[in-house]
């Protein structure tokens, strides 16, 4: 009776589990259906996050080289030939005069041409600003193709036609030009950028620029003229960030040029963006490029050897910023502009220190080349690179425009200042000239030390609420 009895209850026992099993096992196919669909809607995810990405960096790169890759392939053009052009002016003036161009003259409408672009650029700076607003970033910088062509006519035909001026010319058109697409470009990858990548993204302008700067100095060599991408899987948030300030932006209205002066939750927003586009100018880089020639037949280096040792300088200056846009989102905006000026100003003592001692060993000029390098690496690693993202995330979006046009205007006009007085400062100090940019180097250093926040990874409301203390006022969020 144990038996059958032990048997009757296994067969319950089979009777009952046999429904269990069939219910594992449909709550099984259903886990495999629900794990299939994760898994498509992961892949789904990861292809529309790798179309993102490609589409993100594409657009910042064709932008940038239809503005910054010409602002600075003109940059350095002239300057880099300058031996050419003043060929060019001898000739014209001969032509015209019947006698050999003065030195006196010669050197003011050198300074002139090269100065002019940055006229140029300061009034292109408010054209541009007005130009955002109305066609707006990316049809701003279709329109202003228009203006470069001009100026690549009027420089163009300047030889044929026997006339320096239209050379001078053209280096305004290609400077407004260059002043209508640094406001517009600016903008446009900023509000492309999610905040999580904003640095990389907006150091595609930099390295463009010094793209452009290093074939500047290819074409003027006498042969030929006589980042880090993204591997997050999802995006969906920072493409919802970016759509919802698209949103915001349709119902505010931005904020004129006087307004933005006299509103005091701003001010040292536009204390800040002046100081870094003047100290971009002032820290003495571009009198490097710009008298690169004079500086280095001082130096005693070959004549012929000149042009290729200028072509180091850009080429340095492009790895270096390359190196920065893989970095910037590790080490920060602040601490790289920081570094950048501080280096600058020890090494503007270095290179002066081997200026003087130039006749007391024969490998001095080497010394004050290798100086005249590092100068280079510590400016396109810190102010040459970080210095237009950080005055683009400095403002919410109704001061961004005005915002620019003043950094511009700022940025332009220290850039004719220098280009105008540097030959003169050069005859005056000689081989102490590159003490003032040390002044101005470690006078941009302690500022910045003092008043920049980090902008990295921050919102734009973030970054104004680091900014009420020193404004004394509290934040008004008009995002």
Not at 107 to 123: D, E, F, K, L, R
Request: with cysteine; glycine share 6%; aromatic share 10%.
């Amino acid at each position: 009776m144990e038996e059958n009895n032990n048997v009757v209850d296994m067969n319950q026992m089979e009777t009952h589990t046999e429904p269990n099993s069939i219910n594992q096992m449909e709550v099984k196919i259903q886990t495999d259906q629900s794990t299939i669909q994760i898994s498509d809607h992961s892949r789904e995810a990861a292809e529309k996050k790798q179309n993102h990405t490609v589409t993100l960096w594409a657009a910042a790169l064709i932008s940038t080289m239809g503005s910054a890759f010409l602002s600075g392939y003109y940059l350095t053009v002239v300057a880099s030939s300058s031996k050419y052009v003043h060929e060019f002016y001898n000739t014209t003036w001969i032509e015209r005069y019947g006698e050999h161009i003065g030195a006196d003259t010669t050197t003011i409408i050198w300074s002139i041409t090269v100065s002019i672009y940055s006229i140029g650029g300061g009034i292109g700076s408010i054209i541009g600003s007005v130009l955002v607003e109305h066609l707006g970033r990316r049809d701003t910088l279709l329109v202003n193709n228009c203006i470069t062509l001009a100026a690549v006519l009027f420089m163009g035909v300047s030889e044929r036609a026997g006339s320096f001026e239209m050379l001078t010319i053209g280096r305004f058109i290609s400077g407004l030009s260059a002043g209508t697409s640094n406001i517009a470009i600016m903008m446009y990858l900023i509000e492309i950028s999610p905040k999580h990548i904003r640095g990389s993204v907006c150091s595609t302008r930099p390295i463009i620029l010094d793209l452009g700067i290093v074939l500047g100095q290819v074409l003027g060599l006498p042969e030929i003229l006589g980042q880090m991408f993204r591997r997050e899987e999802d995006v969906s948030e920072e493409l919802e960030e970016i759509k919802a300030e698209e949103q915001r932006q349709r119902d505010i209205k931005t904020v004129s040029v006087n307004k933005i002066l006299r509103n005091p939750h701003v001010r040292w927003q536009m204390i800040v963006a002046c100081v870094l586009g003047m100290g971009t100018n002032f820290c003495g880089i571009n009198a490097l490029y710009f008298y690169s020639n004079r500086l280095f037949t001082a130096l005693d280096f070959d004549v012929e050897l000149i042009p290729y040792v200028t072509l180091s300088l850009g080429a340095i200056e492009l790895i270096s910023t390359m190196i920065v846009g893989t970095v910037i989102e590790l080490t920060g905006r602040r601490i790289l502009l920081i570094v950048g000026y501080g280096g600058m100003a020890v090494l503007y003592i270095l290179l002066t220190v081997t200026l003087v001692l130039q006749d007391k060993a024969s490998w001095m000029p080497y010394l004050s080349f290798a100086s005249v390098l590092a100068v280079i690496v510590f400016e396109a690693s810190g102010p040459g690179a970080v210095s237009s993202t950080v005055v683009s995330e400095l403002f919410e979006y109704s001061f961004r425009s005005s915002a620019i046009m003043i950094y511009g205007i700022a940025f332009w006009m220290s850039n004719f200042i220098l280009g105008m007085t540097f030959p003169y400062l050069q005859n005056a100090l000689q081989d102490y000239v590159f003490l003032v940019f040390m002044v101005i180097c470690a006078a941009c250093a302690i500022f910045l030390l003092f008043v920049l926040p980090e902008t990295k990874a921050k919102t734009f409301i973030e970054i104004s609420q680091s900014f009420s203390k020193l404004n004394k006022t509290p934040v008004i969020l008009t995002e």
